[in-house]
T-cell receptor, first 110, second 113 residues
Framework: TQLLEQSPQFLSIQEGENLTVYCNSSSVFSSLQWYRQEPGEGPVLLVTVVTGGEVKKLKRLTFQFGDARKDSSLHITAAQPGDTGLYLCAGPDSSYKLIFGSGTRLLVRP | DSGVTQTPKHLITATGQRVTLRCSPRSGDLSVYWYQQSLDQGLQFLIQYYNGEERAKGNILERFSAQQFPDLHSELNLSSLELGDSALYFC????????????FGSGTRLTVV
């Protein structure tokens, strides 16, 4: 069974600080995706990483796929209150449906 | 608006009852997925349909069933409801496989009292 573990589970930081969220597995994934979910809403896809070692940037967010395609990280520079939410990583399993990590709850205090 | 429509937004019902949740996928998407999200369980996969046929099944209870209709909308039926079924239920759609991501609806919050 493929599993995705995220850390930390909770993160509370001050506006302007930097942070990194991790998504790890013992299994190889063909791709990994990151979603952000706000209260009362469904998750929204932020990025998909496909190639081992790939780095993608989305404004202040930087996503990296591990060389062995077993892990990924999300780094946020100069966090803002609007970054508050639940960050989920996800990857397709052997039957091509997505499995999700348990998520990282981020709170950015003004 | 993500393009995936879920109704109703909220549902409060008593134990033992049956409810139907509805999902219309984004235009052009053939795959529909149902997930359950509770505070301590994260997003748990229930079932997937592709172009009207069941493609994959997760740990879906026997009291739960789903189908996808010819117009590609999907319904999730939950029966003999228990308190523990209270959760957010999300529908998501994709063109075909999940490799390049899902589009989620805004969910149905089910409260069983």
């Amino acid at each position: 069974t493929q599993l995705l573990e995220q850390s930390p589970q909770f993160l509370s930081i001050q506006e302007g600080e930097n942070l990194t969220v991790y998504c790890n597995s013992s299994s190889v994934f063909s791709s990994l995706q990151w979603y952000r979910q706000e209260p009362g809403e469904g998750p929204v896809l932020l990025v998909t990483v496909v190639t081992g070692g790939e780095v993608k940037k989305l404004k202040r967010l930087t996503f990296q796929f591990g060389d062995a395609r077993k892990d990924s990280s999300l780094h946020i520079t100069a966090a803002q209150p609007g970054d508050t939410g639940l960050y989920l990583c996800a990857g397709p399993d052997s039957s091509y449906k997505l499995i999700f990590g348990s998520g990282t709850r981020l709170l950015v205090r003004p | 608006d993500s393009g995936v429509t879920q109704t109703p937004k909220h549902l409060i019902t008593a134990t033992g009852q049956r409810v139907t949740l509805r999902c219309s996928p984004r235009s052009g998407d053939l795959s529909v997925y149902w997930y359950q999200q509770s505070l301590d369980q994260g997003l748990q996969f229930l079932i997937q349909y592709y172009n009207g046929e069941e493609r994959a099944k997760g740990n879906i209870l026997e009291r739960f069933s789903a189908q996808q209709f010819p117009d590609l909308h999907s319904e999730l039926n939950l029966s003999s409801l228990e308190l523990g079924d209270s959760a957010l239920y999300f529908c998501a759609s994709s063109v075909a496989s999940a490799n390049y991501g899902y589009t989620f609806g805004s969910g149905t919050r089910l409260t069983v009292v």
